[in-house]
């Protein structure tokens, strides 16, 4: 079964950090761009980070540039997010997919896998 499970989710004051990870099971990611996604309440899905399948080309999204950090270990078949200093308006299900391509491309319509998604909470 082919399959993307995130993890590392959590309660975390503003100002902390946590790092998510996302696991592939049943496929390896040496071919897949990976991106992390989010989707807080009333809000649509949208990106935050995306890195190549070499690791040579990543992006962030405005609102998380020089606080998020993403990397990925094609040997333990995983992508991590590091988030530092975290914001309430971080909150949000963040979710991992994985696009074929050897880009740094991560369509939000168009990935070909999903994972289930990890809760981030952000407060006081």
């Known amino acids: 079964q082919l399959q993307l499970v995130e993890s590392g989710g959590g309660l975390v004051q503003p100002g902390g950090s946590l790092r998510l990870s996302c696991a592939a099971s049943?496929?390896?990611?040496?071919?897949?761009?990976i991106g992390w996604f989010r989707q807080a309440p009333g809000k649509e899905r949208e990106g935050v980070s995306c890195?190549?399948?070499?690791?040579?080309?990543?992006n962030y999204a405005d609102s998380v540039k020089g606080r998020f950090t993403i990397s990925r270990d094609n040997a333990k078949n995983t992508v991590y997010l590091q988030m530092n200093s975290l914001k309430p308006e971080d909150t949000a299900v963040y979710y991992c997919?994985?696009?074929?391509?050897?880009?740094?491309?991560?369509?939000?319509?168009?990935?070909?896998?999903w994972g289930k998604g990890t809760l981030v909470t952000v407060s006081s």
């Open positions: 997919g994985a696009f074929e391509t050897t880009q740094a491309y991560c369509p939000v319509y168009g990935m070909d896998y």
């Open positions: 049943g496929f390896t990611l040496d071919y897949y761009a």
């Open positions: 890195i190549s399948r070499s690791a040579g080309s990543t």
